[in-house]
């Protein structure tokens, strides 16, 4: 079955969803969403959360617009759950995983959100914000980052504003349409690579010096993802984020 | 009896110059739309906004000159929507305040 990169990057994150996690994502999120369906079809027994206040949507529904605050993570739920208690939660240090996304990131995991260009007051260009990053990241055992366009302009050794940063002590991983990266000694190191990409795309799309060698490519996708993924997501509201 | 049921021109003229107003619903989704087109009318100046994730609605205010001051965690419209002009306009041109929380 053919797949490109906006399937390796919902199955990259299904796959970090482990039994009796509890997982979030907000809004603007198509991928994340896909990947909670995929996880869910693949039996993982874990609670979806999201900012709909919908706890365990029914997924067996397709989405039909690329909005994720629609009624489709809400409907066929066991709870609701608002948005204000999921940070509580998060505040706790009970929620496993937030899937959370960038406009910039940096080498040491600061991520911008906020804009570029100019000063604060007055900048060239305002971006729409970091929304919940700045207090899930640091208090969510494991944030998965995810950005379906790996270039030079957001691959950068420093970013223009520092909107929420990495948590040395927590996991925290970005899932890329070209590779993974993991936060180890305070720095994103490559964990592996996507297999229709190479060290070399990764290199020349990333604004800091690589110097690991010899890595590994991530495990294709299987038939059974693929073929779920289809299933979960017939309307391809994945594909919207590239 | 008190009745508070208004209509939409009646309802605005309650909000005045220089006043904060929180405005519900996130990004395109359950946002008092109608309201702030009525509002956006008045062309009230210096109002405070406040929201999770303003959108359409507070961006009509940010466009139509009323909103000195957003607080916000984000501001946008979604996706294939893409960010909200008249926030964009209002802080590039230094107009509007950006308070950005978390």
Same mark, same amino acid.
């Given at each position: ?52 206040? #919908?706890? &365990?949507? $029914?997924?067996? *529904?397709?989405?039909?617009? /690329?909005?994720?605050? +629609?009624?489709? !993570? ?42 570029? #260009?100019? &000063?604060? $007051?007055?900048? *060239?260009?305002?971006?729409? /914000?970091?929304?919940? +990053?700045?207090? !899930? ?61 190479? !060290? ?43 | ?102």
């Amino acid at each position: 079955m053919k797949y490109g990169p906006a399937e390796m990057m919902v199955i990259a994150l299904a796959r970090e969803i482990i039994k009796s996690d509890l997982v979030f994502h907000g809004l603007a999120s198509p991928v994340p969403m896909t990947a909670m369906k995929l996880a869910k079809a693949l039996g993982t027994d874990f609670t979806y959360i999201n900012i709909t206040g #919908g706890v &365990d949507p $029914d997924w067996h *529904k397709p989405a039909v617009v /690329g909005s994720t605050l +629609s009624q489709n !993570l809400y409907e066929g739920g066991v709870a609701n759950f608002g948005l204000e208690e999921i940070f509580d939660l998060a505040c706790n240090g009970r929620v496993d995983i937030s899937m959370l996304s960038l406009v910039q990131i940096s080498p040491r995991g600061e991520i911008n959100m906020s804009f570029v #260009g100019g &000063d604060y $007051d007055k900048p *060239k260009v305002r971006l729409p /914000g970091g929304a919940g +990053s700045a207090t !899930l990241i640091p208090v969510t055992k494991k944030s998965l980052i995810w950005k379906t366009k790996h270039d030079l302009k957001s691959f950068v050794s420093d970013v223009a504003f520092c909107t929420a940063k990495a948590n040395p002590n927590n996991q925290f991983r970005v899932i890329t349409n070209l590779c993974i990266f993991s936060l180890k000694d305070n720095r994103l190191e490559v964990e592996s690579i996507h297999p229709y990409s190479s !060290l070399e795309e990764v290199k020349s799309n990333t604004g800091w010096e690589i110097t690991q060698e010899n890595l590994p490519y991530t495990d294709a996708p299987s038939e059974l993802e693929l073929a779920l993924i289809e299933e979960v997501d017939p309307n391809r509201i994945r594909y919207i984020e590239f | 009896m008190l009745s508070r049921v208004k209509t939409m021109s009646e309802a605005v003229r309650l909000v005045q110059d220089s006043q904060m107003l929180a405005v519900g619903g996130n990004a395109l989704h359950r946002t008092p739309a109608a309201f702030c087109h009525e509002l956006a009318k008045l062309e009230r100046k210096e109002l405070k906004g406040v929201g999770a994730a303003p959108g359409y609605a507070m961006d009509v205010l940010c466009a139509s000159g009323s909103i000195s001051e957003v607080f916000f965690g984000f501001f946008g419209f979604e996706n294939e929507y893409g960010l909200a002009p008249g926030m964009r306009k209002g802080i590039q041109e230094g107009l509007i305040k950006a308070i950005e929380g978390s």
